[in-house]
């Protein structure tokens, strides 16, 4: 069975706090992606990478970064959280054989 | 970027009965048209895909029509079922690329 998985499921953070989502696949895919959810917005593109220490801007890379050191991990990083980053996170995964992705049960971040 | 919306944000069914979710797109250079599911608590599961030189295409209890003239994709689903009841998202993709755009998601309810 193919596995995206996020490293927490919920998350309380403090304004201000650095703030590390982490989101591992072992299906040996190319591409990751960072998504938020917000209600009414549907899904948007933080940010993606297609191989390892590459990384490139989705559409809304405001206010975060991210690290992918290795093929498998793909982590998104809120250098200093706001309040207005609370949302729900998702990582997906896929290969480049096609568009199917895999996404992760998501990280549900709170930032207070 | 260019975005991808769906029509109605909810829809109600009667179990039994026939879904259709329609979603209208705006980029005419998209390659791939997704459909996701996303159940309560879960990311959102791949359903069945389309590429822009197809009118047509079947899954199972699924049907996705895709009318480019008037940039128009639509999800039937056969006989809907109580574990139907989710939302669905829309996407599109370019080959090579695979960077999704969502619409903002239809929350199916289906009535027992």
């Known amino acids: 069975d193919v596995k995206v998985t996020q490293s927490s499921r919920y998350l309380v953070k403090r304004t201000g706090e650095k703030v590390f989502l982490e989101c591992v696949q072992d299906?040996?895919?190319?591409?990751m992606f960072w998504y938020r959810q917000d209600p009414g917005l549907g899904l948007r593109l933080i940010y993606f990478?297609?191989?390892?220490?590459?990384?490139e801007k989705g559409d809304i890379p405001e206010g975060y970064s991210v690290s992918r050191e290795k093929k498998e991990r793909f982590s998104l990083i809120l250098e200093s959280a706001s309040t207005n980053q609370t949302s729900m996170y998702l990582c997906?995964?896929?290969?480049?054989?096609?568009?199917?992705?895999?996404f992760g049960q998501g990280t549900r971040l709170t930032v207070v | 970027g260019e975005s991808v919306g769906l029509h109605l944000p909810t829809l109600s069914v009667q179990e039994g009965d026939n879904s259709i979710i329609n979603c209208a797109y705006s980029?005419?250079?998209?390659?791939?048209f997704i459909w996701y599911k996303q159940e309560s608590g879960k990311g959102p599961q791949f359903i069945i895909d389309?590429?822009?030189?197809?009118d047509k295409r079947q899954g199972q209890r699924v049907t996705v029509l895709l009318n480019k003239t008037v940039k128009h994709l639509s999800l039937q689903i056969a006989a809907t079922q109580p574990g139907d009841s989710a939302v669905y998202f829309c996407?599109?993709?370019?080959?090579?690329?695979?960077?999704?755009?969502f619409g903002a998601g239809t929350t199916v309810t289906v009535r027992a």
């Open positions: 389309i590429r822009s030189n197809m």
């Open positions: 990478s297609y191989d390892v220490k590459m990384k």
């Open positions: 996407a599109e993709t370019r080959l090579y690329d695979y960077k999704l755009s």
């Open positions: 997906a995964s896929s290969s480049s054989g096609g568009p199917e992705a895999f």
């Open positions: 980029n005419s250079a998209s390659d791939y």
């Open positions: 299906m040996d895919h190319e591409n």
